[in-house]
T-cell receptor
Framework: AQKVTQAQTEISVVEKEDVTLDCVYETRDTTYYLFWYKQPPSGELVFLIRRNSFDEQNEISGRYSWNFQKSTSSFNFTITASQVVDSAVYFCALSNQGGKLIFGQGTELSVKP | GAGVSQSPRYKVAKRGQDVALRCDPISGHVSLFWYQQALGQGPEFLTYFQNEAQLDKSGLPSDRFFAERPEGSVSTLKIQRTQQEDSAVYLC??????????FGPGTRLTVL
């Protein structure tokens, strides 16, 4: 069975702090995709990143970076120098080759000024 | 171009009423997905279409839930005889065949 676990329910930081959101996944598939989505208070899920199971290179996009480690089945997300606008619920998700997404429970990030 | 759109954005129904939720996917997107998101939870898969074919409906919680996509574009999720436990946000997403899913704003359904 496929499963995604985001153990951190809520995180609160002060602006400019770095913060890491954890994601651990379970799957028996050898080919799969991992995603991060952001859900701001407006409610719409915003796509952030997609990685396939064969590409373990870490990725950086501005203040965002992702650390994919197959050995520990983890796909963690770090925000550097957090800003108030980063406050949202962040979801990690797993799919096999374009099928349905299996989401974690989400981590609510609160960045205080 | 336009993203995924959903209507209505909010729907209040009395218990026992039927409701219909509409999703307009991104033009050219072959795949369309419906998810249900309860308050404080992650979205949960309901059903999946590739063009007009419903390839997976394993997530539909009961036979009161029905989805269709007759012409391979717009999709409708219908819930018959709504119950209070159906209250949730219903999210629609579309994608190319094997690609990232892009989500609409959702329809918040409240059953009184």
């Amino acid at each position: 069975a496929q499963k995604v676990t985001q153990a951190q329910t809520e995180i609160s930081v002060v602006e400019k702090e770095d913060v890491t959101l954890d994601c651990v996944y379970e799957t028996r598939d050898t080919t799969y995709y991992l995603f991060w989505y952001k859900q701001p208070p407006s409610g719409e899920l915003v796509f952030l990143i997609r990685r396939n199971s064969f590409d373990e290179q870490n990725e950086i996009s501005g203040r965002y970076s992702w650390n994919f480690q197959k050995s520990t089945s983890s796909f963690n997300f770090t925000i550097t120098a957090s800003q108030v606008v980063d406050s949202a619920v962040y979801f990690c998700a797993l799919s096999n080759q374009g099928g349905k997404l299996i989401f974690g429970q989400g981590t609510e990030l609160s960045v205080k000024p | 171009g336009a993203g995924v759109s959903q209507s209505p954005r909010y729907k209040v129904a009395k218990r026992g009423q039927d409701v219909a939720l509409r999703c307009d996917p991104i033009s050219g997107h072959v795949s369309l997905f419906w998810y249900q998101q309860a308050l404080g939870q992650g979205p949960e898969f309901l059903t999946y279409f590739q063009n007009e074919a419903q390839l997976d409906k394993s997530g539909l919680p009961s036979d009161r839930f029905f989805a269709e996509r007759p012409e391979g574009s717009v999709s409708t999720l219908k819930i018959q005889r709504t119950q209070q436990e159906d209250s949730a946000v219903y999210l629609c997403a579309s994608s190319l065949v094997v690609d990232t899913q892009y989500f609409g704003p959702g329809t918040r359904l409240t059953v009184l």
